[in-house]
Structure formats: structure tokens, C-alpha cells
């Protein structure tokens, strides 16, 4: 169990490198390669949520999320968690929203919430069994009837990254870094939903501008 943890450890503290080593200009460019840069993910469920009075995103990256929910007129209370410092304090210097920083599980916030947005692929950043108890704690973060939103790429990976199949394990190479990554399946979110208590799974396909097939898993408390 020591070994698996010192594994986890350098996982994870191989992407906040990558993220901290990132520009910001860089980002934006992934999300625009992605087709994801003006919210069309949010648009797709945005009715899941529009009247929810406490979100919380899981990963705000620079951002890009709350500008989308505040152009929309979201009117409820954002909150966000973010790994990478920089990132966070850029979140804050432009947004002036409350983003709060984790470094590792748990997540210690003791507010419940309407609906948790985990979307442009963040769980795929963690290994397989911390995905597994983020998605139990998010459970545990929602009000009842509350909603868990997973959002990742549908079946194949492009534009960003290699997927080697035996493994699921994505890697996506840079200049400033190294970016690993656990593919999750359908029955990997069937398996984390069941465990973790959510009563009811529901499906939302959708393609990018880009021309990229994506999933929303909604998981229902």
C-alpha cells in the first residue's frame, strides 16, 4: 500500500508541475484546440444547474468555467478548487471568485452543494482508485438530490495526448512537462457512482466545434 501511494504521489505531483509550469496563453490554446474555449460543454447541461444556488467545480483552471457561468447569468454561489497555485491566484486576481487550493484528499469543505461540475477531462488526472474516492466525497459535498457532473472524451483521445489501450494511461508530452492520465470508462463511472451511493446515472453525448466526440456522466444523489 506504501508503494501504491508513493506512486500516487508522483502522479499527481507530476500534472500540478505541468499545470505550474504551463503559461496561461497555453492553456487557453488547449482549450480552443479542444473546442471547449467559449463553454460549449456548459452549454450542454447548462439546465441541469442553471438554478442551482451553490456550485462547485472541481479543477477551475484559469478560469474558463466561471466566465461561462457568469455570462450565462448564473446567479448562485461559485466556488472552485484548484492544485496549482498559480492557477489559483490567477482565478482570483480575475474573477475575484472564492477558489480555494487542494493539494491532496480529502477535500475539507464543509458546505453542501447543489451540483459539482468535474468537466474537460479533470478526473482522468488522478489514478483510477482516487478517482474513485473523489467521486464518494463528492457524494458526500451534495445536498440531497444534488448533482455530480463528470465530463470526458467519448471512447478515443485526439488532438491532445496518447492512450495506450492495455493500460487506459494517457500521456500528453510537452516542452515544460509531463501530463499522466487514467482513461475512465463508462463502467469505471458505473462502478465509482454505485459505491459512493448516487442513485441514479444518465448520459449526455455531444460533439466539440472542433469535431470531438465528449460524454457528461450525471450522477444523481
Not at 442551482?52 to 483552471?61: C, H, P, Y
Not at 482570483?92 to 480529502?106: C, G, S, Y
Not at 453542501?112 to 468537466?119: E, S
Not at 494517457?170 to 448516487?198: C, H, M, N, P
Request: a negative charge.
Amino acid at each position: 500500500m506504501q508503494e501504491l501511494d508513493e506512486q500516487q504521489e508522483r502522479f499527481v505531483a507530476s500534472n500540478i508541475t505541468f499545470y505550474n509550469n504551463m503559461e496561461i496563453s497555453q492553456f487557453k490554446k488547449f482549450a480552443n484546440l479542444i473546442g471547449l474555449d467559449q463553454g460549449e460543454d456548459i452549454d450542454e447541461i447548462y439546465d441541469e444547474i442553471s438554478k442551482a444556488d451553490r456550485v462547485l467545480e472541481l479543477g477551475s483552471g484559469y478560469g474558463r468555467v466561471i466566465e461561462v457561468l457568469r455570462r450565462k447569468g448564473f446567479k448562485g454561489v461559485i466556488s472552485g478548487v484548484e492544485r496549482s497555485l498559480k492557477l489559483r491566484e490567477y482565478v482570483q486576481n480575475t474573477f475575484n471568485e472564492d477558489v480555494r487550493l487542494f493539494k491532496e484528499l480529502p477535500l475539507e469543505l464543509n458546505e453542501k452543494f447543489d451540483a459539482i461540475l468535474y468537466v474537460w477531462s479533470g478526473i482522468l488526472e488522478q489514478e483510477r482508485d482516487i478517482q474513485k474516492d473523489i467521486v464518494k466525497q463528492c457524494a458526500e459535498l451534495l445536498d440531497e438530490g444534488g448533482k455530480l457532473l463528470i465530463e470526458t472524451p467519448f471512447k478515443e483521445i485526439k488532438k491532445l495526448g496518447d492512450l495506450k489501450e492495455d493500460t487506459k494511461t494517457i500521456r500528453v508530452k510537452e516542452e515544460w512537462g509531463t501530463l499522466s492520465a487514467y482513461f475512465t470508462s463508462a463502467q469505471d463511472i458505473e462502478e465509482y457512482a454505485k459505491e459512493a451511493g448516487f442513485k441514479n446515472i444518465r448520459e449526455v453525448y455531444y460533439h466539440t466545434r472542433t469535431n470531438l466526440s465528449r460524454i457528461f456522466y450525471i450522477l444523481q444523489k
